[in-house]
T-cell receptor, first 108, second 116 residues
Framework: QQPVQSPQAVILREGEDAVINCSSSKALYSVHWYRQKHGEAPVFLMILLKGGEQKGHEKISASFNEKKQQSSLYLTASQLSYSGTYFCGTEIGNQFYFGTGTSLTVIP | DAGVTQSPTHLIKTRGQQVTLRCSPKSGHDTVSWYQQALGQGPHFIFQYYEEEERQRGNFPDRFSGHQFPNYSSELNVNALLLGDSALYLC???????????????FGPGTRLTVL
């Protein structure tokens, strides 16, 4: 039931854009996005509650396609501080499932 | 406003021992979830406590148990430690809004457990 993310890893130069995808085999009613830096706890980025909902957080935004059971995270004009592992997640029956994770590295 | 706090930060135990990890939720939060994160993997849900009861449990053996106190703080206990229990243990707190169907979780810094 763990959501699958793609790509597994991506390397960007500062200023480039990236898209991280999250797909589930189960129906999604909400999608959460987190970023985790090495050795630190996951940090909440945003939550999408309705199909088609899009949200933004500075230069990071996300969309949620409930019918396709997918969500995508968009990072524009990436900064060095964006480096980390990104996880999507969803709640199924009071249990929270994190996605497989995407490692993002931004280089100068 | 203090966020989620966990103690201890690091812990080293030997196989067969028992360990207790502690978590204080963010102010105003009444739900605590525990996760295990092995090196290079994402967090895996252990269980969730709400109103001092275990509301949901992930795929973890009975060696993993927990408790929530009236002040919403929580403990995670692991008995008969195995080498494979070495991981970062994360606590997350949230507030369940009726009808919303999901929580926003805020994570503590974690406890790094090493089993030798």
């Amino acid at each position: 039931q763990q959501p699958v993310q793609s790509p597994q890893a991506v390397i960007l130069r500062e200023g480039e854009d990236a898209v991280i995808n999250c797909s589930s085999s189960k129906a999604l009613y909400s999608v959460h996005w987190y970023r985790q830096k090495h050795g630190e706890a996951p940090v909440f980025l945003m939550i999408l509650l309705k199909g088609g909902e899009q949200k933004g957080h500075e230069k990071i935004s996300a969309s949620f396609n409930e019918k396709k059971q997918q969500s995508s995270l968009y990072l524009t004009a990436s900064q060095l501080s964006y480096s980390g592992t990104y996880f999507c997640g969803t709640e199924i029956g009071n249990q929270f499932y994190f996605g497989t994770g995407t490692s993002l590295t931004v280089i100068p | 406003d203090a966020g989620v706090t966990q103690s201890p930060t690091h812990l080293i135990k030997t196989r067969g021992q028992q360990v207790t990890l502690r978590c204080s939720p963010k102010s105003g939060h009444d739900t605590v979830s525990w996760y295990q994160q092995a090196l290079g993997q994402g967090p895996h849900f252990i269980f969730q406590y709400y109103e001092e009861e275990e509301r949901q449990r992930g795929n973890f053996p009975d060696r993993f148990s927990g408790h929530q106190f009236p002040n919403y703080s929580s403990e995670l206990n692991v008995n008969a430690l195995l080498l494979g229990d070495s991981a970062l243990y994360l606590c997350a707190s949230s507030f369940r809004v009726r009808g919303l169907g999901t929580d926003t979780q805020y994570f503590g810094p974690g406890t790094r457990l090493t089993v030798l």
